[in-house]
């Protein structure tokens, strides 16, 4: 894992292959580390350690559920987007919720909905500039640059 970003994403799978195809699709995004683990007790000691901005979760897990997981993270009210890439989405459907922070995606879901969704929670974490475009071009014409 690079800390060198500050925008962390974790892949909670218990299935290797499942989770290496998460993982390899994610890093090769700019500004972005990318963790994975298989299950949740090893999800609530990185969560414990760094707050992810992003987690990818599976459902049915060895050790318990992804619930176990977006509970600890309701706990901490920390701000994430979930992800959820199950083959057992309607199983839990009802305990899953909705808004505008949740991504349902059976598996085996598409990579490049996968990548949208962490890039553009990515950019919607990036502080604005103070200044626009424009006001930069309009500071130049003022100095005469």
């Keep these: 894992?690079?800390?060198?970003?500050?925008?962390?994403?974790?892949?909670?799978?218990?299935?290797p292959l499942a989770r290496m195809i998460h993982l390899s699709a994610i890093a090769k995004l700019d500004d972005v580390s990318v963790v994975g683990?298989?299950?949740v007790a090893e999800a609530l000691a990185v969560?414990?350690?760094?707050?992810?901005?992003?987690v990818v979760l599976d459902m049915q897990l060895?050790?318990?559920?992804?619930?176990d997981v977006m509970l600890r993270l309701a706990e901490e009210r920390h701000p994430v987007v979930l992800i959820v890439v199950s083959a057992h989405i309607e199983k839990f459907?009802?305990?899953l919720g909705s808004g505008d922070n949740i991504f349902?995606?059976?598996k085996p879901a598409p990579h490049k909905e996968l990548v949208r969704i962490v890039e553009s929670a990515r950019r919607a974490?990036?502080?604005?500039s103070p200044f626009s475009t424009i006001d930069y071009v309009q500071l130049a014409c003022m100095?005469?640059?």
């Design 1 to 15: 894992m690079s800390n060198s970003s500050s925008f962390f994403v974790l892949v909670v799978d218990d299935e």
């Design 37 to 39: 683990v298989n299950g």
């Design 47 to 54: 969560i414990a350690q760094r707050p992810p901005h992003v």
């Design 62 to 67: 060895q050790d318990g559920t992804g619930i």
């Design 93 to 95: 459907r009802h305990r």
């Design 104 to 106: 349902l995606l059976s």
């Design 125 to 128: 974490s990036q502080k604005p």
């Design 143 to 145: 100095g005469m640059h």
